[in-house]
């Protein structure tokens, strides 16, 4: 194994948004098995770390209509993560699931039933939400506030652990002579009183093959990258431009301390998209169809309406900016969809400036700031980039977000992954049994201390 830092690669499952071109001639359905079934095998392929599936708690409206170019339609997380269980081997299955509208005793229970069905490859993207909206749809409401949020998800993080480490490693006898299936005397009661959560039983489930899901964690305000610190395993960001990317790795790790957390016990994943071509220009030219394609005129007057509160539907996509000023006043007529925009007016302005300075149409404008950060240009351009990220410590890797479903990973495997290996930094194959906690090289797997003799 090479002494340079290693590459960890996760694949985004995509869903319809304006990432997803679902109009592609090769896009299939985003709920039918067979798509998870070809993406989940592809990445495995590709010796990706894990495969990662959002959540969707309702369906996002704008203008009190469903807005079909956002997500519509997700079916159930942990039921797909199930099935690809029986379909997959050695790569993780890391789910989103939030903190604000489960309970910690049946989520834990979930979870670490998924961590036996795949012998330890299940992990936890760990989300809030303080949306009424969303919270319509449950009997507690969205009632939390933003930095209450934060409070009930580190306490459901912690009381989640307790739970999962209730039982000792050895305490599943199964002694025929005596009879004695499980020792008692190993199980501990969980008696936990907090804040949010009262709970005293014994948990159902036996400890995980790695003692616990590994966590991750998507938050990006001051109390989302605290949470993270403080119990994150893994972060997926949204900073992919490298300067950026690294001010948020250095911003991460130096509150790890804190914590008494060291840098190896977390990685930090930005989401990317790519696009490959033979050629600079010719990748060049496919990323401009592609974003044209994720931002219609539709999209494009959808995306303003978001900020400007208003409704824009009679301006010309391939015209100016609305000459309106943001409504600050009357409700939000975005259902569903954070945008964190603390100054509307101020935001819309320096669009102004901007699309005046570039000569820039609505649609032109809205493509500019809203489509994902990625890499464009050729495989061997894209693997140099992603080894320069890891070895110069911007990143520890990434969640690579095709813009197609389900083949849109496939070109990546198939020439990206091999020059990562030629390069020495991405391995030629995974280790047989192990959880994902150690195919991430994360400590803190009993599997993983066992078989290095530190656990007798």
Do not use: C
């Not at 830092?5 to 679902?22: K, Y």
């Not at 079909?68 to 159930?76: A, E, M, T």
């Not at 592609?290 to 208003?310: D, G, K, M, Y």
């Not at 994902?372 to 410590?393: C, H, K, L, W």
Request: glycine content about 8%.
């Amino acid at each position: 194994m090479s002494s340079r830092r290693q590459v960890h690669l996760a694949a985004h499952f995509p869903g319809v948004n304006n990432t997803t071109v679902w109009s592609d001639d090769r896009a299939e359905s985003q709920i039918a098995f067979s798509s998870f079934e070809h993406f989940a095998k592809n990445a495995e392929r590709g010796l990706f770390d894990y495969l990662f599936l959002a959540e969707g708690l309702r369906l996002r409206e704008q203008k009190g209509r469903i807005h079909d170019l956002d997500v519509v339609g997700r079916p159930n997380t942990l039921a797909i993560l199930a099935a690809l269980a029986g379909v997959t081997s050695h790569i993780g299955l890391v789910g989103t699931l939030q903190t604000t509208f489960n309970e910690p005793v049946e989520l834990a229970k979930q979870l670490a039933t998924l961590d036996h069905l795949t012998d330890g490859r299940a992990g936890w993207n760990v989300v809030t939400s303080s949306d009424a909206f969303h919270g319509a749809n449950f009997r507690r409401g969205g009632f939390l506030d933003h930095a209450e949020r934060y409070t009930r998800a580190a306490e459901f993080i912690e009381l989640s652990r307790e739970l999962w480490d209730s039982w000792e490693p050895d305490a599943v006898v199964a002694n025929l002579p005596t009879g004695v299936f499980a020792d008692r005397s190993r199980i501990r009661d969980v008696d936990h009183h907090g804040p949010q959560f009262d709970v005293t039983g014994t948990f159902p489930v036996p400890r995980s093959p790695q003692e616990h899901p590994v966590v991750v964690q998507a938050g990006d305000s001051d109390e989302g990258r605290e949470l993270a610190a403080a119990h994150a395993e893994v972060i997926f960001s949204l900073h992919t431009e490298f300067h950026d990317a690294k001010s948020y790795y250095d911003d991460i790790t130096a509150r790890l301390e804190r914590f008494g957390r060291s840098k190896d016990e977390l990685h930090i994943l930005p989401a990317s998209t790519f696009v490959l071509g033979d050629t600079p220009e010719d990748a060049a030219e496919k990323a401009r169809a592609i974003q044209r394609a994720q931002v219609s005129p539709a999209t494009a007057i959808a995306f303003l309406e978001q900020v400007w509160n208003r409704d824009l539907s009679s301006y010309d996509v391939d015209g100016p900016l609305p000459d309106v000023e943001p409504d600050l006043d009357a409700d939000t007529i975005t259902r569903g969809r954070v945008r964190h925009v603390l100054d509307p007016r101020a935001l819309v302005q320096s669009w102004r400036d901007r699309a005046a300075a570039e000569h820039l149409s609505i649609r032109d404008l809205v493509i500019e700031v809203s489509t994902r950060g990625g890499f464009v240009g050729t495989p061997s351009y894209i693997a140099s980039e992603i080894d320069r990220y890891v070895q110069e410590r911007a990143t520890d890797g990434f969640v690579v977000v095709p813009h197609t479903n389900p083949y849109g990973l496939d070109e990546f495997v198939d020439t990206v992954v091999p020059l990562l290996q030629e390069r020495g930094v991405y391995r030629e194959s995974y280790t047989e049994g192990a959880t994902l906690r150690e195919t991430l090289g994360l400590p803190g797997s009993i599997r993983s201390r066992e078989r290095s003799g530190v656990v007798a």
